[in-house]
């Protein structure tokens, strides 16, 4: 009896309709091709979960090692690998238990008597399935590597393209706004952009509204960067402003008057360091 080709196998495991009537009657009465499949069902399973979920992959267990060493001669697998995983063990024993009759029924002719088993013969017919399941193997480990290297090539690039915060503050209250606190980052970008990202927490103001600001370590010059909607928000920092010398974050309660010029009711304020 014919079996199903490996590369037919390997995309039913995938799930693609690629079985037609004759081969799905096959897998329902041959053990071996239906065993075959469940394992690299398996192995896709694992394999769409691992990368799916963004895991590190795990070695194989000693047993599939032994078997490509076994394949290509490298060692004596029978005498190093280790006993199949249970699940893997009831695979093997229902299928062994599902082509013993059709090996039993198998008689010799009635005029010789039948020969005994020889063990060379048996070992040389269960080669090629175990050649066939490897190489599969191999292929699947082989995406896998692939997938993942690629994975990761993406997350440091997209790490390395990431702003980098190179400074921040911790924002106190003043004595008009007891219990506010806040904090001030500045993220540099890769084109040399600069950003202030800052975070408060306060009681809002219903007269006003809250106003951002750079002042200069002396208190002789401010700049301003924006209105602050919410509890936080990121002002992009004017360039050719040297953060050694307006290095003092302060958010304000500005009154809705029209002028431009700082209130003097700070909320909080910090040093970048």
């Known amino acids: 009896m014919s079996h199903l080709d490996p590369d037919q196998l390997t995309l039913l495991a995938l799930g693609e309709p690629v079985a037609s009537d004759a081969d799905t009657e ?99 017919s269960a ?49 008009a706004h007891p219990g506010a606190s806040g904090t001030a980052d500045v993220e540099a970008g890769r084109d040399g952009s600069r950003t202030l990202t800052v975070n408060l927490a306060a009681d809002a103001s219903d007269d006003g509204y809250r106003e951002v600001w750079l002042i200069r370590n002396d208190a002789a010059a401010l700049i301003s960067l924006g209105v602050l909607d919410g509890d936080s928000g990121s002002f992009v920092i004017p360039d050719g402003v040297d953060l050694d010398e307006y290095s003092i974050v302060d958010i304000s309660v500005e009154p809705i008057d029209g002028d431009p010029a700082h209130s003097g009711d700070s909320i909080v304020r910090g040093q970048l360091t």
């Open 127 to 175: 080669s090629p399935p175990r050649r066939r399941r490897a190489a599969v193997a191999w292929v699947l480990a082989a995406s896998l590597v692939l997938i993942s290297a690629v994975g990761a090539g993406a997350w440091l690039v997209n790490s390395s393209l990431r702003p980098t915060v190179v400074a921040g503050a911790e924002l106190e209250p003043f004595p």
């Open 26 to 124: 096959h897998l329902t009465g041959c053990a071996a091709c239906a065993a075959e499949l469940a394992e690299l069902r398996r192995t896709a399973i694992i394999a769409r979960a691992t990368v799916a979920d963004g895991q590190v992959l795990e070695a194989p267990p000693a047993r599939v090692w032994a078997r490509i060493a076994e394949e290509i001669g490298l060692t004596d697998a029978a005498a190093t690998a280790s006993a199949p995983e249970p699940a893997l063990a009831g695979d093997i024993a229902a299928t062994e238990a599902a082509s013993a009759p059709a090996s039993a029924s198998v008689q010799a002719p009635d005029s010789a008597p039948a020969p005994a088993p020889a063990p060379a013969p048996a070992s040389a």
